[in-house]
């Protein structure tokens, strides 16, 4: 069964940083896209940002631009997001989302620049507060 399992989410200053990972299985992780998308209380899902499957195509959304860094490691099955200069603002759910489409999961998608998005983890929880 496919899996992705978000970490790395917790409690920051206003200014602070957190680093966001998740590690994937039971899919050929290295072959598809990945995202960072996250929902605030209250508020609609947003797309924060995408890697393509080789790395080379990054884009992210106005909102955490020249703040935040996707990365991944294909050998580790793993996406990152580097969180920097965190704001109020940023204080949501973050899940990471895949453009593989998984078989006997419930999932939820999502529109990202690349296509859409299917994301079925529990997410991590960002808050940020001084």
């Known amino acids: 069964e496919a899996q992705l399992v978000e970490d790395g989410g917790g409690l920051a200053q206003p200014g602070g940083s957190l680093m966001l990972s998740c590690r994937a299985s039971?899919?050929?992780?290295?072959?598809?896209?990945l995202s960072w998308v996250r929902q605030a209380p209250g508020k609609g899902l947003e797309w924060v940002s995408i890697?393509?499957?080789?790395?080379?195509?990054?884009k992210y959304a106005d909102s955490v631009k020249g703040r935040f860094t996707i990365s991944r490691d294909n050998a580790k099955n793993a996406v990152y997001l580097q969180m920097n200069s965190l704001k109020t603002e940023d204080q949501a759910v973050y899940f990471c989302?895949?453009?593989?489409?998984?078989?006997?999961?419930?999932?939820?998608?999502?529109?990202?620049?690349?296509?859409?998005?299917?994301?079925w983890g529990q997410g991590t929880q960002v808050a940020v507060s001084s």
């Open positions: 890697i393509s499957s080789s790395g080379s195509l990054i």
């Open positions: 989302a895949t453009s593989f489409r998984p078989a006997g999961v419930k999932f939820r998608s999502v529109v990202t620049p690349f296509g859409t998005h299917n994301y």
């Open positions: 039971g899919f050929t992780f290295r072959n598809y896209g």
